[in-house]
């Protein structure tokens, strides 16, 4: 680049002091006579640098006619370079706030659950039982004495059957807890519908014959006594009659005496007064029983003695 350096003239200081009275010149600091370089300033670093976004003469964000940019917050990424974060969608937001939500309540209920089911505060102390006839709430209680000290909420039904299983005149049983530390225990017997004889004993059996009890008394206990016929419980017979006096009213049973059947189709009852009543077969079994019932209650003529109830057909039942 070619040197901007000018060369300038100061004359010498002549004899006498005649230059010194002369006032130096002011105009571009130079002294007369005196050879003087000065180097100007190169044209690109003289001249300041141009600012984005400004025009020449105007300060910078005030251009003619020019609106505001938007204003969007920034950060500073990794490199240092700007980086625009806009807001996060409200429906996002809301999302994730309900999941912590549900998250937090899935926790503390299963938090609750846990504590119910092995908490020591829930644990068994008193067994109430109700709906025994045959047994004693007492026998009862004793067969469910290894529940004492559990947990109500780990106690099952199923449980109770199981231990109740033993005590044979048990169907079925249900439960219901009364917290803190109560168990009602409802029992559902077996009904006993006939006696069979066995040696100098009566056994009560219900209509799959289980055997529920004895007895020596046969007036003691107000079941119809099945012949010898029909003493195995595993035999048609049996079944054919058993699920006869299972039908009945447990007052008309009462009123039975024996039960026989020749065959499982003919199947005939005695009443205690002496008069029979003709089944027939096992069908129409609800029927029949209401067709007998009715029979049963009507008045007695003196006039027409009855002897004989026949519901075989219990459409059209008679007496004669």
């Known amino acids: 680049m ?12 002549r004899p006498g002091g005649q230059d010194a009275a002369r006032p130096p010149r002011t105009g571009g600091g130079e002294a007369d006579g005196v050879i003087s370089a000065q180097r100007d300033l190169e044209p ?51 999302r994730r706030v309900m999941w912590w939500t549900v998250s937090v309540v899935t926790t503390l209920v299963a938090v609750l659950i846990a504590g119910a089911i092995f908490s020591p ?11 025994t006839t045959l047994l004693t709430p007492d026998a009862v209680q004793k067969a469910l004495s290894p529940l ?9 039904e199923q449980e109770i059957n199981e231990l109740l299983k033993p005590l ?7 439960m219901e807890a009364r917290p803190p530390s109560g168990l009602l225990v409802h029992v559902n017997e077996r009904v006993p519908v006939a006696l069979l004889k066995q040696g100098d004993a009566y056994i009560m059996v219900d209509v799959d014959g289980v055997q529920l009890g004895a007895t020596k008394d046969l007036s003691a206990v107000a079941l119809p006594l099945i012949d010898a016929g029909a003493a195995s419980t595993n035999t048609e017979l049996f079944k054919a ?3 006869v006096l ?25 009443l205690v007064d002496g008069k029979t009543v003709v089944w027939g077969n096992a069908e129409d079994r609800e029927l029949k029983a209401k067709a007998l019932e009715a029979l ?10 009855v002897s004989v109830y026949d519901v075989s057909v219990p459409r059209h039942p008679f007496t004669k």
């Open 2 to 13: 070619a040197s901007t350096r000018k060369p300038t003239y100061k004359q010498a200081a």
């Open 44 to 94: 690109e670093a003289a001249s300041p640098a141009k600012t984005p976004g400004k025009s020449a003469g105007k300060p910078a964000g005030k251009a003619t006619g020019a609106k505001p940019a938007a204003k969007a917050s920034t950060s500073s990424g990794p490199s240092g370079d700007n980086v625009i974060a806009f807001p996060e969608p409200k429906r996002r937001r809301h």
């Open 121 to 131: 505060v829930l644990a068994v102390r008193s067994i109430t039982v109700d709906g």
């Open 148 to 156: 004492d000290g559990k947990p109500l909420p780990q106690v099952s």
């Open 168 to 174: 044979v005149q048990v169907r079925s049983a249900t």
């Open 241 to 243: 009659i058993a699920a």
């Open 246 to 270: 299972d039908t009945l009213p447990a007052d008309v049973r009462a009123r039975m005496s024996t039960a026989s059947a020749a065959s499982p189709d003919a199947v005939e009852l005695k």
């Open 296 to 305: 049963l209650k009507m008045p007695a003529d003196p006039k027409v003695p």
